[in-house]
């Protein structure tokens, strides 16, 4: 009897055991069969379709923020290196990371309590990567400063902006159209989550734990391995035709990156090399890809890096930059005003000029 009872213990433990081992494999199982991807890209599209909204790049101007400094309701968030920062920044704009952004928004500061958030970088690039992801994540408040840190002062624009124009390849770009890829798939994303905003959640502080200088390319280094690259052409067709990078494909701004568009002509097995007029649109595109997986690269400044004077000439003022843009608005000088301040030598007196124009 004894041992009926105990054979007949035994076999119950082993019928539980079996149990549990059969529906955390049948879990396993359903979680495999998520397609993460595919659940992000229809909560984003379903949310706000930031990559493809009509008003991305959701600018802010210098002057804008400048002329509400007094007692405004404007948060200035920089993003640039400590450094940078250091050398000269916006009065009240406080340094983050792009890696500390998500932590700052959700616990140091209420965002929604601001009626604007302005991004800034040293020309527009990283400050709207940053900014885009920031919306995708439903902070509606959230703008990008046109040009940058370059459109603040010259000082900055020297070392940026005007630094890198260049009119490189004016009369040599291709007039050969590439195709797109047949449609493949989406990344495969392994966050572990199942609904669309953890999803996002997860993937945008992967996309913001990055370093920029890995990002950012220069278009030589694009054309000297162009084998290694998908280049795509962010401009509307009618530019593309007229003349390109080599072997660029074209993909239609505000419109391409939908699901029954054209996402799925984009490789997953090598690098996203996206480029626009100045760098500042490419950038929201690339904030959304690498959200969604792709491994992408941003093509530093644009067309304006290898064809300035056409975009010049022939396009409208925001696709080039020029001197028109740059205000130079007051700079606080943190590191300069205590390196001068115990030399005992006065600061340099910054000219401010009235703004102008521009868009």
Known sequence: MITFLKNTSLALTLMVFLAACSGTQKEQKQTSQINEAEILLQYLEENGDIVNHPDIPFFINAEEIH??????????????????????????????????????????????????IAIVCNNGQLSGYVAAILRMLGYNNIFNMRFGMSAWHDDIARRH??????????????????????????????????????????RAAEALNINWEDVVIDYLDVLEQLEDYYLVNYWPISLYDQGHLPGAIQY????????????????????????????????????????????????????????????????????????????????????????????????????????QGGC
């Not at 250091?86 to 932590?103: K, T």
């Not at 996203?272 to 490419?282: E, H, K, R, S, W």
């Not at 290898?306 to 608005?329: C, D, W, Y």
Request: one cysteine or more; proline letters at 7%; hydrophobic letters at 35%.
């Open 161 to 202: 902006w005007y630094a890198n124009i260049s009119d490189d390849l004016l009369g040599k770009l291709e007039t050969t159209p590439h195709p797109k890829n047949e449609p493949g798939s989406l990344p495969v994303l392994q966050t572990g989550n199942t609904d669309g905003y953890s999803i996002l959640r997860s």
């Open 252 to 355: 239609n701004p505000k419109k391409a990156f939908r699901s029954e568009e054209d996402i799925l002509t984009l490789p997953t097995d090598r690098p996203l090399v996206v480029y626009c007029f100045t760098g500042q649109n490419a950038a929201y595109a690339n904030a959304f890809l690498a959200v969604m997986g792709y491994d992408i690269r941003s093509l530093e400044y644009g067309a304006n890096s290898f064809i300035h004077q056409t975009m010049l000439l022939t396009q409208p003022p925001g696709r080039a930059f020029s001197e028109r843009h740059v205000k130079n608005f007051p700079l606080q000088r943190d590191g300069l005003q205590q390196m001068t301040q115990q030399r005992n030598v006065p600061s340099e007196k910054v000219e401010v000029t009235t703004a």
């Open 67 to 116: 002329n509400s400094q007094n007692g405004s309701n404007i948060l200035v968030v920089d993003v640039r290196s400590p450094r940078d920062y250091r050398r000269g920044h916006i009065a009240h704009a406080v340094n983050v990371q792009p890696a500390d952004i998500l932590s700052y928004f959700e616990e140091s500061i209420e965002p929604n309590s601001f009626s604007k």
